[in-house]
């Protein structure tokens, strides 16, 4: 579908569903490019089993593939960075957006041998970044796979930064952009699914949150932290401020663990039936008082 089609189309609204595939999920983040097979054919079965047919766009994080090589170049994730435009990183850029590939892959396989229609989107390809923020121009290919039926899937990426040269996109920073970008093509982001290696976001005492609103952000989003291991884009803290972020847009954030087996099957067969005790919930209608 060309460009033209996908405008002529926008006049067809389409709700879409993003699911994260969290990197510690997916890969044991303390060994370098570890999969973690068993999780990763598991959540593909899910996802074609769950899978109504409707808007649906998968990420993914990099988990053991890339984090050490982007540390190891300098790069950043998100604002306040420093510069990557030296001829020295230009290396370790490859590097870091080649091992992520390499799981990218991975990802993509396991969904496509699970029966997914699964669709490779590299946020490198339709987006530029400005001081690690994303922006870009409506993602026209992308949006066209999903009027196609096809299941787009992207992932954490090193983008060209007008600022620094290069930074990395975290599958967050992608999703966020999408949100908005996807808008004038007629393509609603209505909900996000966070699958990682905890209940959700845990409080202090290491109890979950079951929800989060205008009440409990701060606190909520001082206990998630970083994450233990290497990561430069910030773990359990940036998503959640990713999930807030899209509430404040109309968009439902559910953050579950990954690890039950036939969980994200069961939010994604009928949403209103696990998300009130699945992880943790936040609701567009209550954040509202945040944006005064």
């Not at 209103?272 to 944006?291: F, H, N, Q, Y």
Request: charged fraction near 25%.
């Amino acid at each position: 579908m060309s460009a033209a089609a996908v405008e002529r189309a926008s006049d067809e609204r389409l709700d879409v569903t993003l699911v994260k595939l969290g990197g510690s999920l997916i890969t044991d983040k303390t060994k370098p490019r570890t999969v973690a097979k068993e999780h990763l054919r598991r959540l593909a079965a899910e996802i074609a089993a769950g899978w109504s047919g409707n808007g649906l766009v998968i990420g993914h994080g990099r988990g053991s593939f890339g984090h050490p090589e982007a540390r190891a170049a300098g790069l950043a994730g998100g604002t306040g960075g420093a510069r990557t435009d030296q001829e020295a990183d230009r290396m370790g850029i490859a590097r870091t957006q080649s091992a992520a590939i390499d799981l990218h892959r991975l990802v993509v396989g396991s969904l496509v041998e699970a029966g997914v229609p699964a669709y490779s989107q590299l946020p490198s390809g339709f987006l530029v970044a400005d001081d690690g923020e994303a922006d870009g121009p409506p993602p026209a290919p992308l949006a066209a796979a999903l009027r196609e039926g096809l299941v787009p899937v992207t992932m954490g990426d090193v983008v060209v930064d007008r600022t620094r040269g290069a930074s990395i996109a975290s599958t967050e920073i992608v999703f966020e952009f999408l949100a908005r970008a996807l808008v004038p093509l007629g393509i609603e982001v209505r909900r996000a699914v966070w699958l990682g290696a905890t209940a959700g976001v845990l409080d202090d005492a290491g109890r979950l949150v079951p929800r989060i609103d205008a009440a409990n952000i701060g606190t909520a989003s001082e206990a998630a932290g970083g994450s233990p291991a290497v990561d430069v884009t910030g773990g359990m803290e940036h998503r959640l401020s990713t999930a807030w972020a899209l509430a404040r847009r109309g968009v439902e954030s559910l953050i579950i663990d990954g690890r039950r087996p036939g969980l994200l099957e069961s939010v994604l067969r009928d949403a209103d039936g696990e998300a009130e005790s699945a992880g943790t919930l936040v609701r567009p209608g209550e954040v509202e008082d945040a944006r005064q």
